[in-house]
Nanobody
């Protein structure tokens, strides 16, 4: 199994980024997926999830700013992040939901004020 997240970077507050996660060994068509993040000194938290049914849920802190989506043909999950805030700074990971023990490297998002 591999989960390859990309798209992170340094952005000014109010800016946008689009994260991508390509999976191999698992299929997002038959597994619910989630984007998670871990800020320095904090526990990893679930940011957004998309179920196999297409149902979507967001953490309260990102509602109306982030959007999760998936492309089953490409076995890829996306996270569009708008209106970024300094408190969104973290390493972002994708995984199944609920998550499996394996976590990819993640992608670092840094939001500067």
């Amino acid at each position: 199994v591999q989960l390859q997240a990309s798209g992170g970077g340094l952005v000014l507050a109010g800016g946008s980024l689009r994260l991508s996660c390509v999976a191999s060994g698992i299929f997002f068509s038959s597994n619910s997926a989630g984007w998670y993040r871990q800020a320095p000194g904090k526990q990893r938290e679930l940011v957004a999830q998309i179920r196999t049914s297409g149902g979507i849920r967001y953490a309260d802190s990102v509602k109306a700013r982030f959007a999760i989506s998936r492309d089953v043909a490409k076995n890829t999950v996306y996270l569009q992040m708008n209106g970024l805030k300094p408190e969104d700074t973290a390493v972002y990971y994708c995984n199944k939901w609920p998550p499996m023990d394996y976590w990819g490297k993640g992608t670092l998002v840094t939001v500067s004020s």
